[in-house]
C-alpha cells in the first residue's frame, strides 16, 4: 500500500500537510474507499496492503459520522475542504481516539476521481481542554459544578421549556463555625454537606456551590411536592449527623428552599432566595416552598 502520488496529489498534499510524522495520509477513490494509507494508519488497526481498503468512514466512531460524512461528501463534490472535522475514532483494542480530519477533492481533467485526507491525533489538546473546561466550571473544594455552569443549566432548562424545580441550601450559622473554629473546618462541613447532597439527590439532579455557604440544586421533571419530600429529607438527614469541629462533634443544619422552574431565570433564582430567606426568619434548620402568587400579581 505504497504512497505514490500523481502531481496532482503531491499538490493538494503539500497544501494540507504541515509536515510532521504523526500525520495519517489517506487517499481514497470516488466512492470513499482507501486505496492508499500511510503506515500512520495502523494505530487505528489497519494494516496497509495493495488492496482497496475499508471505507473512510470504517474508521469514524458512531458519534462522529455525520461530521466526516459531510466532509467527505464535500470533497467528492469537487470542494477544497479548508476546515478540520473532529472525530472520535475506535482503535484496534477498542480504545475511543480523538482526530481531526481535512479532506480534499483529486481532480484531473476536471473530474473529481477521489479524495486526499490528513488525520491528526488530537487527544492531548481535548484532555487539555476538558481540564480547562472543569477548571472554569467546578468549585475546587467540594468538586461539584460552581455559579457559572449552574447559571448556564438553569438557562438551558428554561430555554427549553423543561419542567422541573429549583432548591437553594444554606448552611446555618456558617460563618460563626469559621470565626470559631477557623476555615479549615468550615470547609470540612461544606464538604460533608455537598457529599450528602451526592448520596441523598438522584443522578438526574444537577448539584452546584453558588456561594460561599450556599447550594444550589436543579431537579428536572420534578413536581414542587416530589421536590420538598426529597429536599426536606436532605435538611432532617443532615441535622441528625454530628460533624466533627475542632475538637467537638457538632450538630451542623442547613436551611432549604423549593420553587418552580418557570417564567424567567431571574424570576426562578428570585422566588427561591425568598423562600430561603423565609426559612432562616423562621428559625433555621427547615425548608420552605415558594409562596403561591396571588391571581393578578
Not at 456551590?209 to 447550594?215: D, L, M, Q, V
Request: aromatic share 6%.
Amino acid at each position: 500500500m505504497g504512497m505514490n502520488f500523481t502531481v496532482q496529489e503531491s499538490s493538494a498534499l503539500y497544501g494540507l500537510l504541515a509536515e510532521t510524522s504523526s500525520d495519517v495520509i489517506i487517499k481514497t477513490d470516488r466512492d470513499g474507499m482507501i486505496v492508499h494509507a500511510s503506515p500512520g494508519i495502523r494505530k487505528l488497526g489497519v494494516e496497509p496492503h495493495g488492496d482497496v481498503g475499508p471505507h473512510l468512514l470504517d474508521l469514524v466512531a458512531e458519534q462522529g459520522r455525520d461530521a466526516v460524512t459531510r466532509a467527505l461528501s464535500s470533497a467528492l463534490e469537487g470542494r477544497q475542504g479548508t476546515r478540520w472535522t473532529e472525530f472520535p475514532a475506535v482503535t484496534a483494542d477498542a480504545r475511543e481516539t480523538w482526530f481531526e480530519i481535512r479532506i480534499r477533492p483529486l481532480i484531473e481533467d476536471s473530474a473529481v476521481y477521489g479524495a486526499l485526507a490528513v488525520m491528526r491525533s488530537i487527544d492531548e489538546r481535548r484532555s487539555l481542554r476538558e481540564q480547562l473546561f472543569a477548571a472554569t466550571y467546578t468549585d475546587p473544594l467540594t468538586q461539584l459544578t460552581n455559579r457559572a455552569a449552574f447559571i448556564s443549566m438553569l438557562e438551558h432548562m428554561i430555554a427549553q421549556g423543561m419542567e422541573g424545580c429549583l432548591a437553594m441550601f444554606s448552611i446555618d450559622f456558617f460563618r460563626t463555625i469559621n470565626m470559631k473554629y477557623g476555615q479549615t473546618a468550615g470547609d470540612d462541613v461544606l464538604r460533608v454537606f455537598a457529599d450528602l447532597l451526592r448520596e441523598m439527590l438522584r443522578s438526574d439532579d444537577i448539584i452546584s456551590r453558588i456561594g460561599s455557604e450556599r447550594f444550589a440544586v436543579l431537579l428536572p421533571r420534578t413536581t414542587p411536592q416530589q421536590a420538598q419530600a426529597i429536599c426536606a429529607r436532605v435538611v432532617t438527614t443532615m441535622a441528625d449527623l454530628r460533624q466533627k469541629v475542632g475538637d467537638s462533634r457538632l450538630a451542623i443544619t442547613a436551611s432549604g428552599s423549593v420553587a418552580s422552574i418557570s417564567e424567567s431565570m431571574d424570576s426562578t433564582i428570585e422566588r427561591a432566595e425568598l423562600a430561603l430567606f423565609c426559612a432562616k426568619a423562621k428559625g433555621r434548620n427547615r425548608l420552605e416552598m415558594e409562596k403561591p402568587r396571588r391571581a393578578g400579581v
